[in-house]
Structures are given as C-alpha cells and as structure tokens.
C-alpha cells in the first residue's frame, strides 16, 4: 500500500503530461493545416481577407477566435504569398499554473494569379 501511494502521483503526472502533450501537438497540426489552406488561397486569390477565412474556415471554432493570422501577399505572379499564424496557447493543467506557449505556423506558396 506504501509504495502504491508513492507510485500513484508519478503515474497522475505522466498521464497528465501525455494528454497535455497529445492536444498540444494535434492544435499544431490544426494550425499547420489551416496555414496551408490560407497560403492557397492567397496565391489564388489577390484578396488578403479571403485567405483570412480560409485559415479560420479550416480551424475549430474554440481556435478560429484566438489566432492571429498574418497575409503577405505581392502581386507579381510566381512571387510567394506568405500566411503566418500565431496561436497564445493557455496549458489545461492547473498543476502547471496556466502557463502559455505561443504556438506558431507558416506556409508559403507562389502567387497564380
């Protein structure tokens, strides 16, 4: 009972830590994808406020209202539209004390049109 009671914290933060590391890492992939999807849209479309939406089109609700979306996009054709994305990430663990990460992404793809 004495090593049980000794073992169980260790295994509660190790689960804890899994689960805070596996919806970190699939809120980065959400961005990852919807930068993508900005970056063709912006090398598609010459409207920057388009590929705005199409980054928070491609991210889930609770997300799409906190990222920060950057468009650079040229106007010569073949030249690179730029879209960064910019997301303050509060940790759900209290017993890490609400710490904040910023979670970022970009992609850039050459200007069609």
């Not at 804890?16 to 980065?28: F, G, I, M, N, P």
Request: charged letters at 20%.
């Amino acid at each position: 009972m004495v090593e049980f009671a000794l073992v169980l914290p260790v295994v509660v933060l190790v689960l804890l830590a899994v689960v805070e590391v596996t919806t970190v890492a699939r809120t980065q992939y959400e961005l990852v994808n919807a930068a993508r999807e900005g970056a063709r849209t912006a090398a598609a479309v010459p409207d920057p406020s388009r590929a705005v939406e199409a980054v928070q089109t491609a991210l889930p609700p609770g997300v799409a209202e906190r990222v920060r979306v950057t468009v650079e996009r040229p106007e010569t054709v073949g030249r690179m539209a730029t879209v960064s994305l910019l997301l303050p990430y509060r940790l759900g663990a209290a017993i890490l004390g609400g710490l904040e990460i910023d979670l970022q992404a970009k992609s850039v793809m050459r200007v069609e049109r």
